[in-house]
Structures are given as structure tokens and as C-alpha cells.
């Protein structure tokens, strides 16, 4: 396989030739692969957590896994970040206040999050499972633009359209259509990317809505919620805890967002329909 598109040295995709079959016929094809790569995010010059991510929006990446996971509680206390790579992987070096780190510092730091993980740095239940504050208002989405929205989403998703094979996390805005795209081979790390990007730009999170390509999971709910994100459309199912924790914090969770069709779990009242708007 040979390396094709970069960053910081390494690859979010690779292309290989394999053997393809379609029934009984075989040919020789070139296809692209996405990569993941261990990275370890550093806090204070001590290693926190281990995740398997796509090696592209890292510092998003980063600050939005800081602020998802209450490791800060705003981008400010993000006072420096370096990334680093190394010959088996990459570090993300950060540096926090020290009342933040004393409060990191029991919280299981050296683990590890596989791609599918949303358990990353838990060593306790109530860590796994944070319930997350109340959200605002937010605005109410029309449903049309939620189905426009995720077609063009799924036309902004450059490493998916070559590989297949990542998630990704978009921004709604309500004027502007989808402003933001992060991709991932994990879906909460697609999250944690766009968040990171957001908080950045200071973006207000009750001013648009969050559209995922994965299931609703809980850690999904968890980490929109934590921002104040109102709004949380999946492409696929939610899970029984993501509805519960939706509920509980005043979260419109929408499942199987496709085309014009979507089923509607909790807190309907921000999605307006057809026949709502024409009354």
C-alpha cells in the first residue's frame, strides 16, 4: 500500500491494489483505505488517554475532547497545544490550569480508547455515565432543511467519498446550510473534531444544529449536551441510554434522519414539519 494525502507525515488515507470479485468475476482493483493511528493526548506533560483516530483535525480534535470530557470548561483554559508526531504515533501536548489538572489527575489516565470506545479515561460508573446539564432554547429546524442538510453533508465528506469507511460530525446553521464537516474512523472522535473547530470560532451551540452519520449513542447525547447543542440528528438508531440521557437534559434527538424520512425521540418541539409550517 502506498501513502497518498498527509499530515504531520502521516496518512488519513492509503490506495492498494486487492482482488475484487462481483459474483464469479474477479479483477485486480485500486481502492483507498482510511487510516488510523494511535494518538495520546498530553496534559501537563502527563499522558491522559490513548485514542485510535484519523490523523487530520488533531488540535480540533484535542480541544474538543478537553471540553467534552469537562477536562476544561472553556476554550481559554486551553493555554497551549503542540502536536507531535512520533515514529509509532502521534502526541498532542497541552498544557491546562493547574486546578484543572489536579482534578484530571485521578481520572484513569494511560488507558486506552479503540475506535468504537466512548469509555476513554473511565475508571468509575459515574464517570462512564456523566449526566450532562440542561440545555438551552435553542431554535426550532424546519424539517427540510434537515433532510437538505444531510445530502449536503454527505457531498462535503471527502475522505468517506474516497474510503467508505469514516464517520462524520457536521454543523447545521440555519442560514448558511452545513458551515462544517469533521471525519473520522471513530464517531465520537468525528464529534470531538467539529466541536473543537466550533468552540474555536466561538460558535454559539444553541445558534444550529449537530448532524452525525453514525448511531445516536449515548456518549453522542453526552458530549453534544455538554456544549449546549439542542439539537442531535442521526442517520442511524439511538440507543436506549442516549434517549434516556436526551430526555433528561432537554436534547431534541432525531434517528434515522434519511431523506425525508426521521423518527423524532424526545423533545419534539424543535422540529417543525410540513403541515406545522403551512398552518
Not at 493526548?41 to 484519523?54: E, K, S
Not at 429546524?141 to 471527502?158: E, P, R, T, V, Y
Not at 453526552?222 to 440521557?245: C, E, N, Y
Amino acid at each position: 500500500m502506498d501513502a497518498v494525502s498527509s499530515e504531520l507525515g502521516w496518512t488519513s488515507y492509503r490506495t492498494g491494489t486487492f482482488d475484487s470479485w462481483r459474483g464469479p468475476v474477479h479483477t485486480a482493483k485500486e481502492d483507498y483505505v482510511a487510516e488510523e493511528v494511535p494518538v495520546v493526548l498530553v496534559y501537563n506533560t502527563i499522558p491522559h488517554v490513548v485514542m485510535l483516530t484519523t490523523p487530520l483535525n488533531l488540535e480540533d480534535f484535542a480541544l474538543g475532547f478537553s471540553l467534552t470530557e469537562e477536562i476544561i470548561g472553556h476554550t481559554s483554559e486551553l493555554q497551549a497545544i503542540r502536536v507531535v508526531q512520533r515514529s509509532k504515533g502521534v502526541e498532542v501536548r497541552m498544557t491546562i490550569p493547574e486546578e484543572r489538572f489536579e482534578k484530571l489527575h485521578g481520572k484513569g489516565k494511560n488507558m486506552t480508547g479503540r475506535t468504537g470506545c466512548g469509555l476513554c479515561g473511565a475508571t468509575t460508573l459515574e464517570q462512564a455515565i456523566r449526566r450532562p446539564h440542561h440545555v438551552g432554547q435553542g431554535l426550532a429546524l424546519n424539517a427540510g432543511l434537515l433532510s437538505s442538510g444531510f445530502a449536503d453533508m454527505a457531498q462535503k465528506q471527502s475522505l468517506n467519498l474516497l474510503t467508505g469507511a469514516v464517520h462524520a460530525a457536521a454543523w447545521l446553521h440555519p442560514e448558511r446550510g452545513i458551515v462544517t464537516v469533521r471525519e473520522d474512523v471513530g464517531r465520537h472522535n468525528a464529534l470531538d473534531k467539529l466541536i473543537g473547530s466550533l468552540a474555536k470560532a466561538n460558535c454559539d451551540f444553541e445558534k444550529g444544529w449537530l448532524l452525525v452519520t453514525s448511531r445516536a449513542s449515548y456518549e453522542m447525547v453526552q458530549k453534544a449536551a455538554s456544549v449546549g447543542i439542542t439539537l442531535l440528528a442521526a442517520i442511524s438508531a439511538p440507543t436506549a441510554l442516549a434517549i434516556q440521557l436526551a430526555e433528561e437534559c432537554g436534547l431534541t434527538l432525531v434517528g434515522f434522519a434519511r431523506h425525508e424520512n426521521h423518527m423524532i425521540y424526545t423533545h419534539p418541539h424543535r422540529l417543525q414539519h410540513y403541515q406545522e409550517s403551512a398552518a
